[in-house]
């Protein structure tokens, strides 16, 4: 199976810090990988890289076969790939309604002359977005709470509207930064439900975690950082084997 992402000999220093060095991996389509690593490992800064909020400064990110390492961010969402926040980013002030039909990606509407002069085709699109919304929102179990402001939800809620954004932004490759952190377990067996069946319904992700039970229970394959670099990677049992990683490195113990 060839790769649908892969990163070649990435580099990324801020100032005296490499916070990414010499990085390669790939990423197998249909599957779950993770990034795991201690705190300030270059996960997020991997993401940022991916996503095209950073340039690297050496090597190439090639997704489906093509050089996306330096396109500006939303170039890169228009390839189908698409990112969710350690921070979750929701527009604290507007519906979780709103907050959805905000993450679909305009379509004939995007046209100035269509927005000028409305008529029917706008409206259409108004309803179609209003009713996927609505259709996502359902699938999160939070229609009870589609006109409450973002910053009324619970935690765990506004944890499952930053998912439902990601959904709504409709790429097949998805980016998710720590999505189960802070949540009761729970909570957590439904987010490893609906990772699970966005894989099932074709899509690829690409996941930092650090719970490692968790790690061990969603992911095909596994690729550990350490201050930038990649110590080891493998499916889960075998990094899970690996004394020196869980031990040295993440210090959680095998
Ligand atoms: N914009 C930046 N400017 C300067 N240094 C940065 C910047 N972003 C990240 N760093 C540094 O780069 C290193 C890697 O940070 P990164 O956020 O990628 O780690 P992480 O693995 O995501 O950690 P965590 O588990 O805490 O989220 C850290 O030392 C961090 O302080
Ligand atoms: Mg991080």
Redesign the pocket.
């Known amino acids: 199976m060839s790769a649908i992402l892969e990163l070649t000999q990435i580099s990324k220093r801020?100032?005296g810090?490499a916070?990414v060095q010499d990085l390669s991996f790939a990423v197998q389509p249909g599957r779950i990988t993770t990034l795991i690593?201690?705190?300030?490992?270059?996960?997020?800064?991997?993401f940022?890289l991916i996503t095209g909020y950073l340039a690297p400064d050496a090597g190439e990110i090639r997704f489906q076969g093509e050089r996306i390492d330096g396109l500006a961010p939303h170039k890169i969402a228009r390839t189908g790939i698409s990112r969710g926040f350690?921070e979750l980013r929701l527009f604290n002030r507007l519906s979780t309604l709103d907050n959805v039909q905000a993450a679909i990606p305009a379509q004939k509407g995007e046209s100035i002359w269509r927005a000028i002069w409305g008529g029917k085709p706008l409206q259409d699109e108004a309803q179609a977005t209003e009713a996927r919304s609505r259709e996502i929102i359902g699938d999160l179990t939070l229609s009870h709470q589609v006109d409450t402001l973002a910053e009324r939800l619970s935690y765990g809620q506004q944890k499952l509207l930053a998912l439902g954004r990601l959904v709504a932004a409709q790429g097949d490759f998805l980016l998710l930064d720590?999505p189960t952190s802070g949540l009761s377990p729970a909570m957590v067996d439904d987010f490893c439900d609906r990772m699970k069946a966005l894989v099932a319904s074709g899509r690829t992700i690409l996941l930092?975690e650090?719970n490692v039970e968790i790690v061990m229970r969603l992911s095909d394959w596994v690729i550990v950082?350490h201050q930038?670099g990649k110590i080891a990677e493998g499916v889960p049992d075998e990094v899970k084997r690996n004394e020196s990683v869980m031990h040295t490195y993440l210090g959680l113990g095998a």
């Not at 690593?37 to 991997?46: H, P, Q, Y």
Request: avoid cysteine; charge should be neutral; hydrophobic fraction near 35%.
């Open positions: 801020f100032g810090l916070a690593g201690g705190n300030g490992a270059g996960k997020t800064t991997v940022n350690q720590e930092i650090h950082l930038g």
